[in-house]
């Protein structure tokens, strides 16, 4: 593969991902890591919990 091939696997990858996990929100409780680098639990109701902030 490629470089260009490569970018366009991973952006590929990377929607995927996405759309794994804003379907996984829906019902059940995730663990994860934003954007901003918090360690946040995401429950079905919508809200978040920060488990451990940035440093």
């Known amino acids: 593969m ?3 091939e ?10 995927l991902w996405k759309a794994w996990k804003d379907e996984k929100k829906k ?3 995730l663990t994860f890591e934003n954007e ?4 946040v ?3 079905p109701d919508g809200k ?5 902030y940035a440093k």
């Open 2 to 4: 490629n470089k260009e």
């Open 6 to 15: 490569l970018l366009k696997k991973h952006n590929e990858m990377l929607i």
């Open 27 to 29: 019902h059940e409780i």
């Open 36 to 39: 901003k680098g918090e360690i």
């Open 41 to 43: 639990r995401h429950y």
């Open 48 to 52: 978040e919990v920060v488990i451990e």
